[in-house]
């Protein structure tokens, strides 16, 4: 596709429950991003992938969360133990190249609510 | 702590008017600053950007402003449109060659309403 895309579009799930999410960036992007945004606030870093490494992880609220972009294209972001306070949209976005002065493009989101 | 503060929650305008939407921001290392706007259901898209060597960036019906001494930028739209009626977020990401990796902090968003 042209854009980034990410599945599902909804999530709902129970406490204590393992989930995922997944991120089909634009081709030939190599930096993929994952944000989180709650109700009335913007997005928040997650991390950040170089190809297939991840650059910067100092984002991620605990070990409970986990991603990994194995091939260098399609991210899984991994949530162990879900709890209510993980209930957010999970946004994914995805740049030619990292680094400042790069335009990143979203996807529309994975709105994750724990029950 | 809030990098990056939009301290207006919503602003409405009237259609042909101009929108003003404001940014402030504290950290000195960011030196690139990006204007997102926000459909419900979508994810953010890019609207205009502006890098710290510059202190102004037009783009069609969109400018920002950068006052680096002031710490503050600011986007205009004129003239307004309905179909601007959206959240719009500011956004800064730190110095090429830093270990920020462009990553984006984001402000908290201002709901734009433009009425016909």
């Known amino acids: 596709g042209a854009g980034v895309s990410q599945t599902p579009s909804n999530k709902v799930t129970e406490k204590g429950k393992y989930v995922e999410l997944r991120c089909d960036p634009i081709?030939?992007?190599?930096?993929l991003y994952w944000y989180r945004q709650s109700l009335g606030q913007g997005p928040e870093f997650l991390i950040y992938?170089?190809?297939?490494?991840?650059?910067?992880d100092s984002g991620l609220p605990n070990d409970r969360f986990f991603a990994v972009r194995p091939e260098g294209s399609v991210s899984t972001l991994k949530i162990q133990r879900t709890e209510r306070g993980d209930s957010a949209v999970y946004l994914c976005?995805?740049?030619?190249?990292?680094?400042?002065?790069?335009?990143?493009?979203f996807g529309a989101g994975t709105r994750l609510s724990v029950l | 702590d809030q990098q990056v503060k939009q301290n207006s929650p919503s602003l409405s305008v009237q259609e042909g008017r101009i929108s003003i939407l404001n940014c402030d921001y504290t950290?000195?290392?960011?030196?690139?600053f990006l204007w997102y706007k926000k459909y419900p259901a979508e994810g953010p898209t890019f609207l205009i950007s502006?890098?710290?060597?510059?202190d102004k960036n037009e783009d069609g019906r969109f400018t920002v402003f950068l006052n680096k001494s002031a710490k503050h930028l600011s986007l205009h739209i004129v003239p307004s449109q309905p179909g601007d009626s959206a959240v719009y977020f500011c956004?800064?990401?730190?110095?090429?060659?830093?270990?920020?990796?462009?990553?984006?902090?984001f402000g908290q968003g201002t709901i734009l309403t433009v009425h016909p």
């Open positions: 976005a995805s740049s030619l190249w990292g680094g400042s002065k790069n335009i990143q493009y």
């Open positions: 081709s030939g992007h190599t930096a």
């Open positions: 992938f170089q190809g297939t490494g991840a650059a910067d």
């Open positions: 950290n000195s290392m960011f030196d690139y």
């Open positions: 502006i890098s710290s060597i510059k």
């Open positions: 956004a800064a990401s730190e110095v090429a060659g830093g270990t920020s990796y462009g990553k984006l902090t």
